[in-house]
């Protein structure tokens, strides 16, 4: 019955393909994009602003462009019925391609299509750039400002991103974007622009986004933290701090004796905190405010960026997890210590780590 079921299925997802490919036509790649009417390609005007293979960053303005996403790995620029490479975005089994993989030149684009008049700078990058705190901050707002040294973003009238979140929010305001429109990426997976802006990804190009986050250029975290630093909301909050992960969508990075490290790190003069139920400029002075953070490996030391130098930081991670909260800590000259833990595998427990409180005592 269940074989049955997926031959069902798949006759169902290829005459939907087939349909949509004699709708909206055959996608093909884009070899010299430069080379196109429709497509401008300029490098950043900053001198500053530069990759982690230490070249400008190139940005895209496509007229009568489209943009298709499927929510999770793939994101295709196209121009007539050429997707863009370097623009387009593509992950298969988590590993970044070249727009050669790119689903919609085997797929094409099975979503109608919704127009758009206007100018829209592109922003969504699929499943790492819709709710993650971290690429949020390290990723999609580094975009934008990229895009801002070359346009005026009060001349842009819509983000093509998905729904947003209140910290979301708050980051927008304080940059000052807080008036724009939203294209919802997830309810809409294919539109058409008059004109669409779009940069490379700032330090994402190649390999697996873990490995490639240990490259994150100095000037992201800097601009990051010159940003937002001045906008910390005070409140009555500890010096020594315990990051609980317990809340986190997520069941990697997760403690299997989490109450039992929040209650000796209690008797320790610590206390814990869940970061989602901070708002973000409470997360700015929560950090800022810090002498010594502990915590397992997650998106809630992104925060690092907001902390003073010398700020003494304990990260926890699966030994094979790779580390790259250690760049940044690097680069804000912060005390930074890790304990690698042998991944806990165990179906019965909640969480992939177990911390003996005896690392901790010889930690402190």
């Known amino acids: 019955m269940n074989r049955i079921k997926k031959k ?7 005459l939907i393909n087939f349909l949509f490919t004699i ?4 996608i093909i790649l884009c070899k010299n994009p430069e080379k196109e009417k429709n497509i401008l390609i300029e490098d950043v005007k900053d001198e500053n602003l530069k990759g982690p293979d230490n070249t400008k960053y190139l940005i895209y303005k496509i007229k009568n462009c489209r943009v298709f996403n499927d929510f999770v790995e793939n994101v295709a620029i196209i121009s007539g019925n050429k997707v863009i490479d370097k623009i387009s975005y593509q992950q298969v089994k988590g590993e970044l391609k070249d727009a050669n993989h790119n689903s919609v030149l ?3 684009t099975p979503y109608l299509k919704k127009k758009i008049n206007g100018r829209v700078l592109s922003l969504t990058q699929g499943a790492s750039g819709h709710k993650n705190y971290f690429h949020w901050l390290y990723d999609i ?31 927008l305001k304080i940059l000052g974007y807080n008036n724009f429109r939203i294209i919802d990426s997830n309810k809409n997976r294919h539109i058409q622009a008059d004109e669409v802006i779009c940069s490379e990804h700032p330090w994402y190009k190649k390999g697996f986004i873990l490995e490639e986050a ?4 100095e000037w992201i975290i800097n601009w990051i933290s010159e940003s937002f630093i001045n906008h910390g909301q005070q409140f009555s909050c500890s010096e020594k701090i315990f990051i609980d992960r317990s809340d986190s969508a997520f069941s990697h990075c997760q403690f299997i004796n989490n109450n039992e490290i929040i209650n000796f790190l209690e008797k320790e003069g610590f206390t814990s905190y869940k970061l989602g139920q901070l708002s973000f400029q409470e997360q700015i002075y929560l950090f800022n405010n810090a002498k010594i953070i502990i915590g397992a490996h997650g998106a809630a030391f992104a925060n690092l960026a907001f902390c003073k130098k010398n700020t003494k930081i304990l990260e926890i991670k699966p030994k094979k997890h790779p580390n790259f909260f ?10 930074f210590n890790l304990i690698e833990a042998h991944e806990v595998k165990n179906k019965d427990e909640s969480g992939d780590i177990f911390l003996n409180t005896a690392d901790l005592k010889n930690f402190l």
């Open 8 to 14: 069902l299925s798949y006759l169902y997802k290829s």
């Open 23 to 26: 709708l909206y036509g055959k």
């Open 106 to 108: 085997y797929r094409g």
């Open 141 to 171: 707002l580094p975009k934008i400002n990229i895009c801002s040294k070359n346009y005026d973003l009060n001349e842009i009238d819509f983000f093509y991103i998905s729904k947003l979140e209140k910290y979301q929010k708050s980051t």
């Open 214 to 217: 240990k490259k994150i250029p």
């Open 326 to 335: 250690q760049h940044i800590s690097k680069i804000k000259k912060l005390d």
